[in-house]
Nanobody, 114 residues
Framework: QVQLVESGGGLVQTGGSLRLSCAAS????????MTWFREREFVAAISPSG???YYKDSVKGRFTISRDNAKNTVYLQMDSLKPEDTAVYYC????????????WGQGTQVTVSS
Protein backbone atom coordinates (compact mmCIF):
# COMPACT_ATOMS: atom_id res chain seq x y z
CA GLN A 1 0.00 0.00 0.00
CA VAL A 2 1.36 3.40 -0.95
CA GLN A 3 1.25 6.52 1.23
CA LEU A 4 1.07 9.94 -0.45
CA VAL A 5 1.96 13.36 0.95
CA GLU A 6 1.29 16.55 -1.02
CA SER A 7 3.06 19.86 -0.55
CA GLY A 8 3.53 23.16 -2.33
CA GLY A 9 0.11 24.72 -2.03
CA GLY A 10 -0.40 28.31 -0.99
CA LEU A 11 -1.80 31.72 -1.87
CA VAL A 12 -0.90 33.26 -5.21
CA GLN A 13 -2.22 36.12 -7.31
CA THR A 14 -3.97 35.66 -10.63
CA GLY A 15 -1.40 34.90 -13.31
CA GLY A 16 1.06 33.46 -10.83
CA SER A 17 2.59 30.00 -10.57
CA LEU A 18 2.85 27.20 -8.05
CA ARG A 19 4.44 23.77 -8.15
CA LEU A 20 2.78 20.99 -6.21
CA SER A 21 4.70 17.91 -5.17
CA CYS A 22 3.43 14.52 -4.06
CA ALA A 23 5.89 12.20 -2.36
CA ALA A 24 5.10 8.49 -2.28
CA SER A 25 6.28 5.80 0.09
CA UNK A 26 5.47 2.20 0.88
CA UNK A 27 4.90 0.95 -2.64
CA UNK A 28 6.52 0.52 -6.03
CA UNK A 29 6.04 4.06 -7.28
CA UNK A 30 7.04 3.28 -10.85
CA UNK A 31 4.10 0.88 -11.19
CA UNK A 32 1.44 3.48 -10.45
CA UNK A 33 -0.55 5.82 -12.63
CA MET A 34 -0.52 9.11 -10.76
CA THR A 35 -3.35 11.60 -10.91
CA TRP A 36 -3.96 15.08 -9.56
CA PHE A 37 -7.52 15.93 -8.58
CA ARG A 38 -8.99 19.11 -7.17
CA GLU A 39 -11.77 18.30 -4.80
CA ARG A 40 -13.01 15.24 -6.76
CA GLU A 41 -12.46 16.71 -10.21
CA PHE A 42 -9.79 15.23 -12.50
CA VAL A 43 -7.00 17.66 -13.33
CA ALA A 44 -4.07 15.72 -14.79
CA ALA A 45 -2.58 12.24 -14.86
CA ILE A 46 0.64 10.55 -15.90
CA SER A 47 1.50 6.99 -16.84
CA PRO A 48 3.88 4.88 -14.72
CA SER A 49 6.84 5.53 -17.03
CA GLY A 50 5.94 9.18 -17.57
CA UNK A 51 5.62 8.72 -21.31
CA UNK A 52 1.91 9.62 -21.41
CA UNK A 53 0.12 12.53 -19.82
CA TYR A 54 -3.55 13.49 -19.65
CA TYR A 55 -5.17 16.83 -18.84
CA LYS A 56 -8.53 18.39 -18.11
CA ASP A 57 -9.31 20.71 -21.02
CA SER A 58 -9.40 23.84 -18.89
CA VAL A 59 -5.81 23.37 -17.68
CA LYS A 60 -4.17 22.34 -20.95
CA GLY A 61 -1.33 24.69 -21.78
CA ARG A 62 -1.22 26.03 -18.22
CA PHE A 63 -0.51 22.96 -16.06
CA THR A 64 2.21 20.36 -16.53
CA ILE A 65 2.35 17.01 -14.76
CA SER A 66 5.67 15.20 -14.43
CA ARG A 67 7.25 12.54 -12.28
CA ASP A 68 10.65 11.48 -11.01
CA ASN A 69 10.55 7.76 -10.33
CA ALA A 70 13.99 7.88 -8.71
CA LYS A 71 12.59 10.30 -6.12
CA ASN A 72 9.15 8.65 -5.86
CA THR A 73 7.58 12.03 -6.54
CA VAL A 74 5.00 13.44 -8.93
CA TYR A 75 4.71 17.15 -9.65
CA LEU A 76 2.10 19.54 -10.94
CA GLN A 77 3.49 22.78 -12.32
CA MET A 78 0.68 25.31 -12.44
CA ASP A 79 1.18 28.51 -14.45
CA SER A 80 -1.14 31.35 -15.41
CA LEU A 81 -3.31 30.55 -12.42
CA LYS A 82 -6.90 31.79 -12.30
CA PRO A 83 -9.28 32.25 -9.35
CA GLU A 84 -11.29 29.27 -10.58
CA ASP A 85 -8.23 27.08 -9.96
CA THR A 86 -8.75 27.63 -6.22
CA ALA A 87 -9.33 24.27 -4.53
CA VAL A 88 -7.80 21.58 -2.39
CA TYR A 89 -5.55 19.55 -4.66
CA TYR A 90 -5.05 15.84 -4.05
CA CYS A 91 -2.72 13.35 -5.62
CA UNK A 92 -3.86 9.79 -6.10
CA UNK A 93 -2.32 6.52 -7.22
CA UNK A 94 -3.65 3.51 -9.06
CA UNK A 95 -2.08 0.54 -10.76
CA UNK A 96 -5.09 0.21 -13.05
CA UNK A 97 -5.67 3.43 -15.01
CA UNK A 98 -5.07 7.18 -15.16
CA UNK A 99 -7.78 9.24 -13.50
CA UNK A 100 -8.45 6.57 -10.93
CA UNK A 101 -7.71 7.06 -7.24
CA UNK A 102 -7.12 3.91 -5.21
CA UNK A 103 -4.79 5.64 -2.76
CA TRP A 104 -5.07 9.32 -1.82
CA GLY A 105 -3.00 11.97 -0.14
CA GLN A 106 -4.36 14.42 2.42
CA GLY A 107 -4.53 17.36 0.03
CA THR A 108 -2.94 20.78 -0.23
CA GLN A 109 -4.82 24.07 -0.49
CA VAL A 110 -4.30 26.30 -3.51
CA THR A 111 -5.86 29.76 -3.37
CA VAL A 112 -5.67 32.16 -6.31
CA SER A 113 -6.63 35.74 -5.50
CA SER A 114 -8.10 38.09 -8.09
Amino acid sequence: QVQLVESGGGLVQTGGSLRLSCAASGGTFSSYFMTWFREREFVAAISPSGSSTYYKDSVKGRFTISRDNAKNTVYLQMDSLKPEDTAVYYCAASTLAPGRGDYWGQGTQVTVSS
